[in-house]
């Protein structure tokens, strides 16, 4: 069986993906011309010339412009369900919409929001089709445009679970229903709009929640089961597919890491921080948004017990013996400490304000994973990072950086801010383009030649320096 890591690698092969090396930038613009492009905004070009001006390296003001609308340009693919909205926004080179990917690619919109109505139309489409979505199947991460159609993904053919129409991929990941939670909060709160928040979208808030609460698995193991033949163990869930044992304590049991891998012990803690943050998002959408008081209670009950089990089971403690969040635990007082550049991370908690900037414990942990401490924290000749399982040693991510440089520009750490901009700028490659990933000793080694979120995000960086400390923007590497 052919799993999406062996579909990438031998597309390398060919020259047609990762790891792929490319020539010297020209610092001519990589955007589709203007009628290939998939959606446009007034808005959006605006903020382009108006960052771009603050710019004084050219490399950077040519990447900036590259990124930033990158998701517009290339992955939206708008239409209309019963004469509202309907937005299927794809990853990139997966011609998929993931629920997780599509919540973070149009984050970096959200101030544009309030005086664009495109991008409004954009974000009702969005939320409106992740409620359609989780209404097909709330276990599902990945979907296809065509709801009545099966999945085109090789690698999930002949997956052994319920593979319903309009399912890309059948992986459970508790951030895929906690994205479109955060994502419908952070646009009401960008815009007052109330619109998306119809009965559509409370059937799938409801459903939501009662998959988490299927996962407490306080009653047996729930109705989930995945299993996959392939020869990456990270690609299927052992024990007949229901995935390594926990304790049921409160804590959400988790199938797959955001990075699609499958979890070595199932509570995974920076999924379950989010659910809590998520949930009382929710809670205060079905309070204000919408009223709905039986499902504002229902959502701030859960998350309730959950944080509480989160301080009595998700913490470890380092080689100082100074407690951190673990990454993921079983409720049999095992625990793994590592981070994966994938968010929800560790390092990206405060990012998704599922924890306070400045909670020393958050501080702690932050600090741990972007050390030796973290398997999975490389240096080499082109920049240090943290990387993934998913793609292997010594190979940086980009978006790990880039949430690195977020954390920093927080706290007023300029100095973080300017070496990850340097890091950044010199290990694209020659694309004006973010990856995936990169090899930490060559920047021109890279996956994924088209990955909307970690442009986006690159994007998004810029605006924040541009807003908070504009004099970094001329910072040459």
């Not at 930033?68 to 939206?76: C, E, K």
């Not at 890309?168 to 109330?194: F, N, V």
């Not at 968010?343 to 304000?353: D, E, F, K, R, W």
Request: with cysteine; proline share 6%.
């Amino acid at each position: 069986m052919i799993d999406r890591r062996m579909l990438l690698a031998g597309a390398a092969a060919l020259g047609l993906a990762g790891p792929l090396r490319a020539a010297a930038p020209s610092f001519v613009s990589k955007r589709p011309k203007l009628g290939d492009r998939r959606y446009t905004s007034r808005a959006v070009e605006a903020e382009i010339a108006r960052v771009s001006a603050k710019i004084t390296d050219p490399e950077l003001a040519w990447m900036f412009g590259n990124c930033y609308p990158n998701t517009l340009d290339t992955t939206v693919f708008m239409g209309a369900v019963d004469g509202k909205p309907d937005a299927f926004v794809i990853t990139g080179d997966i011609d998929c919409m993931w629920l997780r990917d599509s919540s973070a690619q149009v984050h970096p919109y959200l101030p544009l929001a309030k005086r664009d109505p495109a991008l409004r139309t954009l974000f009702r489409g969005l939320i409106a089709r992740q409620a359609r979505c989780i209404l097909i199947d709330p276990y599902a991460n990945a979907f296809m445009h065509d709801p009545s159609a099966k999945t085109n993904l090789s690698w999930s053919l002949t997956d052994d679970t319920v593979m319903k129409p309009g399912v890309g991929e059948r992986k459970w990941e508790i951030d895929s229903l906690c994205y479109p939670m955060w994502i419908a909060h952070a646009y009401w709160q960008a815009t007052g709009d109330t619109v998306p928040f119809d009965a559509l979208w409370a059937d799938g808030a409801r459903a939501s929640i009662r998959t988490f609460r299927e996962q407490q698995r306080k009653d047996g193991p729930g109705p989930y089961r995945f299993r996959r033949s392939s020869p990456i163990v990270g690609e299927s869930m052992p024990l007949d597919g229901y995935g390594p044992p926990s304790r049921a304590v409160g804590l959400i049991h988790c199938g797959f890491r955001p990075s699609d891998d499958a979890c070595v012990l199932p509570f995974l803690i920076p999924s379950n921080i989010f659910a809590v943050r998520a949930l009382r998002q929710l809670a205060e959408l079905a309070t204000r948004a919408r009223p709905d008081a039986a499902l504002a209670a229902d959502a701030s009950a859960l998350a309730d017990e959950v944080e509480a089990a989160l301080r009595l089971h998700g913490l470890t403690k380092g080689a100082d013996g100074q407690q951190v969040w673990a990454y993921e635990v079983d409720g049999y007082g095992n625990a793994i400490f590592m981070d994966d550049a994938n968010v929800p991370s560790l390092s990206g908690l405060a990012y998704l304000g599922a924890v306070k900037a400045g909670d020393p414990l958050w501080h702690r942990t932050a600090a741990r994973v972007w050390s030796k401490d973290n398997a999975y924290f490389f240096t080499g000749k082109a920049a240090e990072g943290i990387g993934s399982p998913h793609t292997g040693l010594r190979e940086i991510w980009p978006m790990s950086i880039v949430m690195h440089a977020l954390n920093a520009l927080e706290t007023g750490d300029d100095a973080t801010v300017a070496r990850s901009l340097a890091a950044l700028k010199t290990t694209h490659g020659g694309t004006g383009f973010m990856h995936e990933s990169f090899n930490q000793d060559d920047g021109a080694k890279f996956t994924r030649a088209w990955f909307a979120w970690a442009n986006g995000l690159f994007g998004e960086l810029i605006v924040d320096i541009a807003a908070k400390r504009p004099a970094l923007l001329g910072v040459r590497a």
